[in-house]
């Protein structure tokens, strides 16, 4: 029963409150789910986003870190978190949350993308310029583009 009502009564009315961008309300939700299920990685994940979304970021970390702590395996916390870390200026933790999800997920030329662009913002311009041409090479459209905008292409 309880998995029910997980399911039905928290997780359907909480995607129209996420669509219309009432955080504080999806918060709540995914407090019951936790109340429900106190190892919910899934729950404290999107916690972290929608904390994220109100600037909230402390806590927002606090709940990535959460999620992971019960499923160190959820590798959506580790572009959720590395996100917020490359919008806070925290490039050295983007980058290695970005290189946990790589080395699980090492075709998705969005990962390259991401991990060369916290690189390029923390000054490792040859790291940079490797991942982008990874990136160039799995199919992505921007990585080229930056290589050429950053003048990347000597490293």
């Known amino acids: ?3 029910r009502i997980y399911k039905e009564e928290i997780f359907g009315p909480v995607l129209s409150v996420v669509r219309v961008k009432n955080f504080d309300e999806a918060i709540n939700y995914y407090k019951i789910a936790i109340d429900l299920d106190p190892r919910d990685s899934f729950s404290y994940n999107n916690i972290g986003c929608c904390l994220e979304e109100k ?3 402390s806590d927002a970390k ?3 870190s959460m999620s992971l702590r019960h499923n160190p395996n959820n590798f ?3 572009i959720n978190r ?3 870390r490359m919008r806070t200026g ?4 983007a980058i290695s949350d ?4 790589q080395q699980n997920f090492a075709t998705s030329p969005n990962i390259y ?3 060369g662009l916290a690189n390029l913002k923390a000054n490792f311009k040859g790291k940079a310029y490797n991942d982008l041409k990874m990136a160039d090479a799995l199919g992505s459209e921007r990585a080229m583009r930056i290589i050429s905008e950053q003048n990347l292409s000597s490293w």
């Open 1 to 3: 029963k309880e998995m």
């Open 90 to 93: 925290d490039y050295y933790g």
């Open 98 to 101: 970005y290189s946990i999800y």
């Open 113 to 115: 993308l991401k991990r």
């Open 82 to 84: 590395g996100d917020m």
């Open 62 to 64: 606090t709940n990535y």
């Open 76 to 78: 959506d916390v580790y």
């Open 55 to 57: 600037g909230l970021y």
